[in-house]
């Protein structure tokens, strides 16, 4: 049994007066000010902003298959250093995530690592190849309780297939997170098709490539009455579409990663390939409307796509390197500086956006739940007047490949627990 | 310490590096070599005479690195022909690794030719050596530029005002981009003339005007640059056909026809003859073929000397080195 912490002077969402918060026996035992530490362990946190444990829904994991770049074991403990109580590991690994086999070994590493907890993500066709389903139902069923399937890093671009895989998981109220990527439209693409890749000499991955499959699964989602989760949502368009689409009733969700929230395709300018990623970032324009869009409710979650690679694979000429960044220490700090400090979020709705409603679109259990008496302690602490400088080499994380690296963020995450048991901080 | 320690060294990566300044001294520069070279019995100068050049083509490309050889040659440099083709597609011995080999050998200059865009500012961030870009990917080649530019000023005696069109696939050109860039900056008007398939998006940003429409555009120019058409464009439908593309875009013989009379015709080399230009035209008169080839010669050595022939380089730019 974890030993009971009282956390002092804490602020539930930011909000009100400061109170103090006692874990015991794995849940929030009370809340309230002024309560006596007992036997409890104390941490003083005073006017630290309390969150429910965060919930991404993309993470590389990377193991099995690319150890080099990352583990479940040094993954979580990255997640657990950036405030995530439970992660979604995509299924992209070598051998891929497309059978009950590896989504158990990979659900059974993160349980042993204890750092957070680990949902595995089923592949929704055999080997990512986008050819035949893969038994979903058995890893629906498995311990691993699959409830979220992906292809993630390729895109299901076949629509027959895409529709039946929309279907078929509305048996287990499983969700198909689609990477949304036209692969006959980004032959060899290499960043945001515009004005800084026409200069660049890069091959262009055009925003209609994202924007149409967009628009052909909401429909589909429609037409089946299925539910849609969209992964990192990248472009203006994208967000109008999705925006219809909820208008129209129909029952889809989609992401926005960090670094789309803060990055634009002007950073691939000195041809350094820890910017190159999959979607690629975009231009100031779409910066704005992912933004919007997060504040509106139109993009329901920040996901990091945490995607660990080793230095060989990222320091090398840009069209050789491998696509992705590393996301899950800098996600809240990245959402406190885009979208709490400008005042499009409060710290409520950061937890919406970051806890709860992944939560529910991952069909997790036990997490995303408000901070109330009787529910389980996991929970975040944020020092909201802790700047730092994000280094690389102090990265959790086994790989370094952060686009954020020597800027300054304005908040830090101080302390995470999972089930009451502390899994990040010091003191 | 390696060859270039102790001074700063200055790359040439995009055409776009160089101010008015810079390029009219790369051009007088070379303009000064010619006559000089003329003149003396050897056919070398002394200049960089203990200093060593290393010509990095990952790609092949005989006729730029035969340029760049005969160019360091010429000013007395050790001339060093890495063999690196493929090593980067293979994953084997990576750029890094390659820059760091170099570093050991104390090249003072690393002339590089690479199938990616990039690649060149990439090594530039590894080596002390001056960097120069003989071509990467679809981004630039700006001594093909500087050369061109060059060979525009010996037949024509300026470059300011004048205007030149160039015509054919901008999209995958490195040769395009480094003109635009360079031909703006000495003050002459470019006009791109392409299918809308080979215009890259954002085109409208660059400081060059563009049309579809090669016939409109023909009479009103002063150069006409023609570049390579890639046969296997035709495969993923950038164009139906050549036969339908030299109808459209070739410069043949009745076109060429319609130029003024003081009018030039340039290719960049190696040609698609009967495709992108008519044998006759190619071959005729207003032709610069054969001149850009001999002036690449001389305006690559203008260029390593203004990069390594003192310890203070005269043009490009400055990259940090980690
Ligand atoms: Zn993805």
Known sequence: ?427 | MSGAGGSTSRHLLSAGDLSRDEALLVLDTAAELEQVLASSTVGKLPTLRGRTVVNLFFEDSTRTKTSFELAAKRLSADVISFAAKGSSVSKGESLKDTALTLEAMGADGIVIRHSWSGAPVNLAHHVRGAVVNAGDGTHEHPTQALLDAYTVRQRLGRLEGLRVTIVGDVLHSRVARSNVLLLHTLGAEVTLVAPPTLLPVGVETWPCAVSYDLDAVLPKSDVVMMLRVQRERMGVSYFPSSREYSRRYGLDVRRAAVLGDDAIVMHPGPMNRGIEIAPEVADGPRSTIVSQVANGVTVRMAVLYLLLGSAEPAIGVEVTRG
């Not at chain 1, 298959?65 to 109580?85: K, L, N, Q, S």
């Not at chain 1, 058995?138 to 992906?150: N, W």
């Open chain 1, 1 to 427: 049994m974890a030993e009971s912490w009282l956390l002092r002077g804490v602020l539930p969402y930011g909000e009100g007066a400061p109170v103090d918060v006692r874990l015991a026996d794995g849940r929030v035992a009370e809340l309230a000010p002024g309560l006596a530490p007992g036997s409890s362990r104390v941490l003083e946190a005073a006017g630290q902003v309390l969150l429910p444990g965060l919930v991404d829904l993309h993470t590389h994991l990377r193991e099995p298959g690319r150890e080099d770049a990352e583990t479940v074991e040094t993954g979580t403990r990255a997640a657990a250093a950036g405030g995530f109580t439970a992660v979604h590991a995509m299924a992209n690994t070598d051998p891929v995530a497309d059978n009950a086999g590896v989504v158990e070994q990979v659900w059974r590493l993160g349980r042993e690592a204890g750092h957070c907890d680990v949902a595995p993500v089923g592949a929704v066709t055999i080997g990512l190849r986008g050819e035949a389903l893969s038994e979903l139902g058995t890893m629906a069923d498995s311990a691993a309780r699959v409830r979220v399937f992906s292809d993630d890093g390729l895109c299901v671009s076949d629509a027959s297939l895409m529709r039946r895989a929309l279907e078929y998981v509305k048996a287990f109220d499983g969700v198909i997170a689609q990477h949304a990527q036209e692969p006959r439209l980004t032959v060899g693409a290499q960043m945001n098709e515009g004005v800084v890749s026409s200069r660049l000499g890069l091959t262009g991955w055009p925003s209609v490539a994202e924007e149409a499959v967009i628009a052909r699964d909401c429909l589909l989602a429609a037409h089946v009455r299925s539910r849609l989760h969209v992964c990192h949502v990248s472009t203006r368009g994208s967000v109008d579409i999705l925006r219809l689409a909820k208008a129209r009733g129909i029952d889809v969700t989609a992401e926005v990663t960090p670094h789309h929230l803060l990055l634009t395709d002007e950073a691939a300018c000195g041809y350094d390939a820890t910017f190159k990623v999959n979607p690629p970032l975009r231009t100031q324009d779409d910066v704005d409307a992912v933004r919007e869009g997060l504040a509106d409710g139109t993009l329901d979650v920040v996901a990091t796509d945490h995607a660990p690679h080793t230095s060989q694979d990222k320091e090398t000429e840009w069209g050789a390197a491998l696509p992705g960044m590393t996301g899950l220490e800098t996600a809240l700090a990245v959402v406190a500086e885009t979208m709490v400090l400008p005042g499009r979020l409060t710290w409520r709705q950061v937890a919406d956006r970051m806890s709860a409603r992944p939560a529910v679109i991952g069909r997790l259990e036990g997490h995303g739940r408000p901070l109330a008496v009787g529910e389980p302690a996991n929970l975040a602490l944020v020092d909201t007047g802790a700047a730092w400088t994000v280094d690389p080499a102090a990265s959790v994380s086994r790989s370094r490949n952060t686009p954020f690296a020597g800027r300054r963020l304005p908040v830090r995450v101080t302390a995470t627990f999972l089930r009451g048991a502390r899994t990040h901080g010091e003191g």
